[in-house]
């Protein structure tokens, strides 16, 4: 298993995305601004997550994304799979072979469980488990560090 860069921006722009809900439309320049990602590349990555069903693009004055369906609906699986495709989780991060993982039976064996583990915690864990709600913060999600959303400035 194996997740690109495009799927970390990805998950960190719909938790963006998400945890600004008074917003109608978020804009890829605040986007871009708030978590360092090139505005470039995270079109293209919008442009995937719109086709996954996942966001809503709005051209012209006043666009940006919004969610497609509410955050409570939203898993780490379809954002991950929107951008990188069902494969991802079948990609093995270590760079073995397929021929490799046949000469190491328990090996893959063990890969193969820690695989599905990994695989379910992203099937079951919703978008809106990666911020706080109003009743478990003194935050609200506007008011969440930037670091929340921007690991570099940790």
Known sequence: MHFSKASTYGIRSVAYIAAHKEKDVVSIRELSEQ?????????????????GYIVKTMRGHGGGVSLDKPSSEITLKEIITAIDGEEAFDRFWLGLSEKHMELVPEFRAKWQ??????????????????????????????????????????
Do not use: W
């Not at 990602?37 to 995937?48: C, N, S």
């Open 113 to 154: 469980n820690l695989n599905n583990n990994i695989s379910d915690f992203f099937s079951n864990t919703r978008l809106t488990e990666l911020y706080p709600s109003e009743e478990k913060s003194e935050h609200k999600p506007i008011d969440l560090p930037a670091s929340f959303f921007n690991p570099y400035l940790r």
């Open 35 to 51: 978590l360092d990602i090139p505005a470039a590349f995270l079109t293209k990555v919008m442009q995937r997550l719109a086709s």
